[in-house]
């Protein structure tokens, strides 16, 4: 266990670590019922695509805007602000019943999101740079372990249907209010773990500007492709899972559970692996075998085979994802980490919010051709992740990148 943890492990990042676990209990209830819900009310796939597209446009409004103001002023801030946007947005999505309250709603809960661009940078500057690699590793890993907690909620509707008298609709909306208490409950956590570090919350940077220009614009492109690969189906997993096999949340929940026990396993052992066989390496042979599995679903039988490629793909991604991210901190100076955070998920947001509405719109014509074009585009992340980032073992110095 002391080979895979970090050496130590301060306890502002306890806090923050705490957060990510509220946080993961309530994307693992949303992650499964969100949808359903939706279906319920009434909507479509394209309609779900183009709502969920602009929750993440609105994020991507704002999120280098955020970044900025966490470098030049206080974290602390960005998060309260977040919280004030969060509330009203995710009542107005419990009362929503139309697609324009629907839209409004997720515009404000994605605004909200961008606060969270603090978070990489806030839980990177706990440790030194030897110990990057396991302690991203430990974020991962409880972050889908009580990812994979939350999606045993999926369990519940179905007893509240039969034993109790529930609707549907009426069962799924009793779990996102659950949802909602973790989702609130995370922002103290984040706070408190911002305020244990002092002045040091700011990160001492007043001009929006990022000195590692290439490592920013590589990561840029590289984000692109891995979220239109991934976004393009798997944002829409649920309603691909129950309009083709039929699946109903209690299979769902099930599904989603097993999947994240075995990716936080992937992001547990990530950071001891990655000494061995070297981060970079590990990261394109794991992207690299991930696309034929990927492409394989769209030939699974029965909602069991379709799972069991779910497993190995998310094992192998989750092999990777906690290297990408430690490796982009690595590369990058204390003051400008929340600034290139922010340009960095303006990216992963804006290219998220095109692939969910690209995979509704294409799920409506056959449910297998975003699966088609998700492992094409993984195989091409693969081979750009090693044109780009071979040789990146050391931090060299780079021109400024001026916003």
Do not use: H
């Amino acid at each position: 266990m002391e080979s895979i943890l970090p050496r130590a492990i301060p306890r502002g990042a306890v806090w923050f670590l705490a957060g990510r676990v509220m946080s993961g209990l309530g994307d693992g209830i949303t992650s499964i019922v969100v949808q359903l819900y939706l279906v319920e009310l009434g909507f479509n796939a394209g309609e779900l695509g183009l709502a969920f597209m602009l929750k993440f446009a609105g994020a991507a409004i704002v999120t280098i805007p955020a970044g900025y103001l966490a470098d030049r002023y206080r974290r602390d801030i960005v998060l309260s602000l977040g919280l004030m946007l969060f509330i009203p947005g995710i009542i107005l999505f419990i009362v929503s019943r139309t697609l324009e309250i629907l839209v409004l709603s997720l515009l404000l809960i994605g605004l909200s999101d961008a606060a969270f661009v603090v978070l990489t940078p806030l839980y990177s500057s706990f440790f030194k740079e030897g110990d990057m690699d396991r302690a991203f590793s430990l974020d991962g890993f409880l972050s889908i372990a009580s990812l994979s907690v939350g999606s045993l909620f999926g369990l519940i509707p179905p007893i509240l249907a039969s034993n109790l008298g529930f609707r549907v609709l009426d069962s799924y909306w009793v779990l996102l209010i659950i949802a909602v208490i973790f989702y609130i409950a995370r922002f103290p956590l984040y706070i408190n773990s911002i305020r244990s570090l002092g002045k040091l919350q700011r990160g001492g940077v007043s001009r929006l500007s990022v000195r590692s220009k290439d490592v920013v614009a590589g990561f840029v492109l590289l984000t692109v492709l891995l979220n239109l690969g991934y976004g393009v189906f798997f944002n829409l997993l649920p309603y691909y899972a129950y309009r083709r096999f039929g699946a109903k949340s209690d299979v769902l929940g099930l599904l989603f559970s097993l999947s994240y026990i075995i990716s936080a396993v992937a992001n547990f052992i990530a950071g001891r692996v990655s000494e061995r066989f070297g981060s970079i390496s590990l990261i394109v042979t794991c992207f690299g075998l991930c696309a034929p599995i990927y492409l394989s679903i769209s030939q699974a039988p029965s909602i069991s085979w379709a799972s069991i490629l779910i497993l190995i793909r998310l094992g192998l991604a989750n092999l990777a994802s906690p290297l990408t991210t430690s490796l982009f901190m690595k590369l990058l100076e204390e003051g400008e980490k929340a600034t290139a955070n922010g340009i960095l998920m303006t990216a992963s947001i804006g290219s998220t919010a095109f692939a969910t509405w690209l995979g509704g719109v294409l799920m409506e014509r056959d449910l297998s051709l975003p699966i088609y074009l998700g492992s094409s585009l993984y195989a091409l992340y693969a081979s750009v992740f090693y044109l780009l980032m071979r040789g990146k073992n050391k931090k060299p110095q780079f021109r400024p990148l001026q916003i």
